[in-house]
């Protein structure tokens, strides 16, 4: 089946109304005070096309924290300098680990599993820190550039509340830096990520933001951020990892590529054709919200658009 861009404004309608009719949405983060206090139930959409259009249901418009969907920037931005010398650093296999995990580490020699768990997420803004000297700077320049809004910022709220609870986050760090995998100081490197992760922005704009993946690495200003090579990379690691030890069930109910952050955000790219975002702050035990998936599943069922 192919859709008209028309048609995207009656496939949300219909899953917003469908999923208004749908009870029990998983719980909000709580391991970040600041994110705890999220209503669960709410719920934006917003589907944008490669010639920056775009549509949205709900709450698309409203900000939330980005969290892990940043990973996605960050790894696309380190990608774009350094290119596949990146890959001696972090890997590019699925954990089927919780997004904290510690456990593999140690036995992988420091190396982490992919860029989209936080040990790898670290590596990344490492690395992107250590090219630009302002690694969370870099990554809300790239997404106000590319979603068109100046006023996307940083939650420091929220970045102080993790910085409070920061102990994993603070160990994966200090081990792989035992490993010789971290350059920057460790104190240093978390206040770089606890930023990047607080960026808060909405569907739209981070619909709008990951339209490049849909441009086979194209920018919204016509300039070119990755190779195609490079971007089929990005989101084929999206697909594989995007949503942690969930990352089977994604590929399986969705078939995107997709990336999930505790803010209750996803992303996803079908690449070609749009970019979507969806929020709802009702996470389920892997840390992926549940009726955000619920969501990506429905308009790919209903539309026939995915990779596969
Ligand atoms: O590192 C953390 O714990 C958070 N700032 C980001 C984690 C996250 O969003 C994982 N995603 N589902």
Not at 93 to 101: A, D
Request: charged fraction near 20%.
């Amino acid at each position: 089946m192919t859709i008209m861009s028309s048609q995207f404004r009656p496939v949300l309608d219909h899953i917003m109304a469908e999923i208004d009719r749908t009870p029990g949405r998983g719980r909000s983060a709580d391991y970040i005070p600041a994110l705890a206090a999220r209503d669960p139930r709410r719920f934006g959409m917003a589907v944008a096309e490669p010639d920056g259009t775009v549509y949205g249901v709900g709450e698309w418009r409203q900000p939330f924290s980005t969290q892990s969907i940043t990973k996605v920037f960050t790894l696309a931005l380190d990608l774009a300098r350094e290119g596949d010398e990146l890959w001696e650093h972090v890997g590019r296999e699925p954990s089927g680990n919780p997004f904290n995990s510690l456990v593999q580490l140690e036995y992988e020699s420091g190396i982490p599993r992919n860029p989209f768990i936080n040990a790898g997420a670290l590596v990344v803004t490492d690395r992107l820190q250590t090219r630009t000297g302002d690694a969370a700077g870099e990554l809300l320049a790239f997404l106000r550039a590319e979603s068109g809004n100046d006023a996307l910022d940083f939650d420091l709220e929220v970045a102080a509340s993790e910085t409070a609870n920061g102990d994993r986050n603070a160990a994966l760090a200090h081990f792989m830096a035992s490993y010789g995998n971290i350059d920057n100081d460790v104190p240093v490197l978390l206040d770089q990520y606890f930023r990047q992760c607080s960026v808060a922005a909405s569907c739209a704009d981070l619909a709008l933001a990951t339209g490049f993946l849909a441009r086979h690495g194209i920018r919204a200003d016509g300039s070119r951020l990755l190779s195609r090579s490079q971007a089929k990379q990005v989101n084929a690691v999206m697909l594989t990892c995007g949503t942690y030890d969930a990352a089977g069930d994604f590929a399986y109910r969705v078939g995107l590529p997709g990336k999930s952050g505790v803010g209750g955000g996803i992303i996803a790219v079908v690449p070609g054709r749009c970019t979507l975002c969806v929020w709802s702050p009702g996470l389920d035990e892997r840390g992926n919200s549940v009726a955000g998936v619920a969501a990506l599943d429905r308009f790919t069922t209903l539309t026939g658009l995915s990779v596969f």
